[in-house]
């Protein structure tokens, strides 16, 4: 009779987990693997508690019902309570971004009772990746578009306003990660693809804590008035004391592609350091030398990107001079032209011309 009802019970146990695993639509990874939903519903950090709040998220199904008539993107600025004037990145957009395949490795971190990480590394073959659901798709809608709300009007150096171009920066994440936050490799690491020498720009650039040159940035949102910047500051606040300087490190890696605090962390830095090559190094030469050029965004948002890439900010300043942009004659769009040609951006646009392929008029960012 004993061994009858643990037949009953395994039986019971099995298909349970089948249908739950069938309800489940994972964009990314395997419905057995539900570490991300787990997070949503269970994590107690700042962000997390205030999505749950926001959002309608229905633990008991790990689903979401937070899109009204499944319109994401008009209802967004509502739901989350962000400025209705924001010019979003809206989820469906997201989603098609999160369903392109990156080959690259994951790591899956869990937070343990004493508060420290256990992670688990993903191959690009691995089958068992956490499950990539609705539920997490609305999760890192929310939080980018806190960081791009956060980001825009942001008081920098020098009386300098921080404007974001939400399509370009769309475009980056796309190319970089496809909005897979948990991605690392020697390349770059979390959502970002950040590398060790953006971070120690934005945070610290020795283990004596000497400030990078982006620090002004993170101290710009820690001292902001506004809402949006205001959620974010748990995320950065004690980073000084840590003194990031390299992502991938073991005992640090979970804090830049952990879904509690390191999707948010990895946005900040990335749209930080965006902004720093655009500001102080890309944007005060063009200014000087170019300023013809420095008035048209296009320009400086190319050139930008030139600097994000893997050649970095010396590309981007050799190519003010390669195209003659100090040259009044030069046609600014001839040098869009070229600028579009070089690899990285070449690369990033391609990108995004394979998600309209495949999805058609679904986001309006395409």
Known sequence: MRSMRSVTLL?????????????????VGSPKNQTFTKAIQNSTTPLMTQFRGVSAFKSQEGQLNGCLNGLCSEYTSELYRLPRNLNEIPKECIVTSMKRKVAQTSIECRRQS???WNFVRHSARSKNRPCMDSSTADYVHFVTNKVLSCFQGLSLKNGVKASVDVKMFYAKINNESAFNFSYSYRGGTGIGQL?????REMNVINSKGTPGRGRFILDAIL???KPECQDLRHVIADDMRFRYQKPRETIRTCEWVSMETGLARGLIYSLGFFSFLKNEIIGKQLRRIAPHAYNDPDILNLLT??????NGANRALELIYELKMHVRATSLDYVKNQLRKEKYVKATMNKLAELKQTSGDSCRLL
């Open 11 to 27: 039986c019971i146990l099995f298909w349970g987990e089948v249908l739950f695993a069938a309800g489940t639509r994972c964009l």
């Open 114 to 116: 004493d508060g420290n």
């Open 195 to 199: 590398t060790s020498s953006a971070v």
């Open 223 to 225: 001292n902001s008035t």
């Open 305 to 310: 990107m030139v600097g994000y890439g893997p």
